[in-house]
């Protein structure tokens, strides 16, 4: 009886092991991470993730955005990452079949970090100070997007958020990185709607756009409630820090 035990033991092990094999994460057919070339004059056009038509884009990227990217988050708050950080961008080129989902995309992309630039993290809660994007009172007055309807109506800058496909975390992500703040993605609402949000920011920051938003557009706060039907409500807790634990300022592999 014992024997037979330790046969049924060992098949359920293998079993097991191929499962896990099986469901290892796809990786992408081919891919290029390198050095993005230094930039040209005074600006730097700065793409922090497009997937379209089966090729994967990421250009002049800090290690902090293609982890934001990889994982999903919204702001560098949520990286503790090494002091080069800011000093060295990344260009990234990947291809895999166009139905490839965003999960899939993501998880194909940490892989490709770990072993372009064997990049190690661990995870820890910290408190953080951050605003919630939530939905309103009287509910969102969001549209949801149409299938046909797969075009980007130009570039998002600060002041202005305009696109016929975003998912409510993108659109916490843009914020964060035009208002420099933590903003985190509470409305449970899933899927892709029509975005189209204008504001006024705030003018202790820099704006990115020259020609600047109409000084009578309401504040970020109103604006969201307004013309989204969501609020933002500022928060302190916490939240799930990525801390780098090693990281490579040269890529290897391509």
């Known amino acids: 009886m014992r024997p037979h035990c330790k046969l049924m033991t060992a098949g359920i092990v293998a079993l097991c092991l191929s499962k896990v094999f099986a469901q290892a994460p796809p990786r992408f057919e081919v891919a290029t991470l390198k050095l993005s070339p230094p930039p040209e004059g005074d600006s730097i056009n700065i793409n922090l993730g497009k997937f379209l038509n089966g090729r994967l884009t990421l250009s002049n990227v800090t290690l902090k955005d293609a982890i934001k990217f990889a994982y999903g988050l919204v702001s560098d708050d949520l990286i503790s990452g090494p002091d080069w950080n800011r000093a060295v961008r990344f260009d990234i080129e990947a291809l895999a079949p166009p139905e490839t989902s965003m999960t899939q995309i993501h998880l194909m992309t940490r892989d490709l970090l770990a072993e372009r630039l064997h990049l190690i993290l661990r995870r820890e809660q910290r408190t953080v100070r951050h605003l919630a994007l939530v939905a309103g009172k009287g509910g969102a007055k969001l549209q949801r997007a149409k299938a046909e309807d797969a075009g980007n109506q130009g570039p998002q800058v600060r002041g202005r958020i305009v696109h016929n496909q975003m998912p409510m975390n993108m659109l916490a992500t843009l914020l ?40 009578d557009r309401p504040s970020l706060f109103a604006a969201v409630q307004q013309q989204l039907g969501l609020k933002l409500e500022a928060r302190r807790g916490p939240l799930e820090v990525l801390v780098v634990e090693q990281a490579s300022k040269s890529p290897e592999g391509n």
């Open 176 to 215: 964060s990185r035009f208002e420099r703040q933590t903003i985190v993605d509470l409305t449970g609402l899933d899927g892709l709607f029509e975005v189209k949000l204008e504001w006024a920011p705030d003018r202790a920051l820099q704006a990115e756009d020259l020609s600047g938003p109409p000084p």
